[in-house]
């Protein structure tokens, strides 16, 4: 059997860990990362209106086939928005395009994550709860230290005083963790890195600007579907922060959400007297979090695939909520240019300047 599923983030070294931890290494197969050609191949086969996650998972599946997979993890749901038809429609275009291969739909609604380590309990011909459970454990240790990185290398970008050092160190945390075997090698990979982060050279005098990304989650997870927005605006001195972490979702969905203890209630309950309920996707939370985090923010990058109904939604609510704070929608397709979108993050970064100049000033006034 050759497993393989497409891409979010970093998450193939998760499932990677996840397998190899229960002795099927040998049977994932790991699709090349995204990149153009899984985007060309996404476009020329799907129906032209569908979203970018569509079009690039079915890229990854692809390449995936032409690799050898003959198992495919596809992702899917029931959720409000078109996630629901994804397995089922990806299904049909790689047989129309001849590829021989058992289908495994994998819900990803919430309350549901609990189907993969029962598919993984079933992939891995039946080993103990406890050998699946500690496999997942470590797995997930491994998707906890590369999100505290990530963290904080959101935070060094905006003011390291070489631009690239923190994205250089980022990629060498990330094969360390990789490589970890166990848990005390990947305790010290990543406090090394960490230490190493803090240590590189910074200007101490600015205080960066502070943006939130908020909007749907593959593209805001997917660096090559938004054109590494988080790495363009370190460079322009600017500190993103952040909600949406593999991590922070695995744990609610697989822990909390069901018991209702997680953040996501709380940004429900922020977003309440602009939008009443779930509009399938992240539409519900992007208005929550532009309400929670107006007062804490210098302004926010809104991403949303082109098409995609409950971040158009989202977006036509951003305008009207009195919480006020200056919103930058980026919408992501096959055709989104980097020069383009350059410019209009330069001149967004521009006006958050200027604002917060101006609020400078006033305070300076008043005291
Ligand atoms: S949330 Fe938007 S982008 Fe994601 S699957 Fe639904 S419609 Fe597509």
């Known amino acids: 059997m050759r497993i393989a599923t497409s891409h979010l983030g970093n998450l193939y070294i998760t499932i990677k860990a996840w397998v190899q931890k229960l002795g099927l290494g040998g049977n994932l197969i790991i699709p090349p990362a995204n990149n153009q050609r899984t985007l060309s191949l996404g476009v020329k086969y799907s129906p032209e209106g569908l979203c970018l996650p569509f079009k690039m998972s079915l890229g990854n599946l692809i390449e995936a086939c032409e690799m050898g997979a003959d198992t495919l993890v596809i992702a899917g749901g ?49 080993a103990s709860w406890f050998k699946v459970i500690s496999a997942l454990r470590f797995a997930v240790a491994k998707q906890i230290a590369m999100d505290k990185i990530e963290r904080v290398v959101q935070k060094v970008r905006a003011v390291e005083l070489i631009k690239g050092t923190a994205n250089q160190l980022y990629a060498k945390a990330i094969e360390a963790i990789d490589n970890a075997d166990d848990y005390n090698t990947l305790k010290k990979v990543q406090i090394d890195y960490i230490d190493q982060l803090n240590h590189v050279a910074k200007d101490t005098q600015t205080k960066p600007l502070i943006v939130g990304i908020i909007g749907e989650f593959y ?75 107006a007062k804490e923010y210098d302004g926010l990058i809104h991403l949303a695939p082109f098409t995609c109904m409950p971040e158009i939604v989202a977006q036509n609510i951003m305008p009207s ?19 383009g979108m350059l410019t209009r993050l330069e001149a967004f970064v521009d006006l958050l300047k200027s604002k917060r100049r101006a609020r400078n000033n006033t305070q300076h006034k008043e005291s």
């Open 78 to 126: 029931a959720g409000i928005c078109r996630l629901g038809y994804y397995a089922k429609i990806q299904e049909q275009i790689l047989r129309d395009l001849g590829y021989n291969f058992e289908m495994i739909g994998l819900s990803m609604s919430e309350h549901k994550l609990f189907g993969l380590p029962k598919l993984i309990k079933r992939l891995s011909n039946n």
């Open 219 to 293: 593209v805001v997870l997917e660096p090559f579907s938004n054109l590494n927005i988080e790495s363009e605006l370190g460079k322009l001195g600017v500190e993103v922060r952040r909600r949406t972490f593999i991590s922070e979702w695995a744990k609610f969905s697989l822990f909390f959400n069901s018991l209702g203890l997680d953040e996501k209630s709380k940004i429900h309950k922020a977003a309440l007297p602009y939008l009443k309920r779930d509009i399938g996707g992240d539409g519900w939370e992007s208005v929550g979090e532009k309400v929670l985090h």
């Open 321 to 339: 909520t009195k919480e006020n704070i200056p919103v930058l929608p980026v919408l992501c397709d096959e055709q989104i240019n980097k020069t």
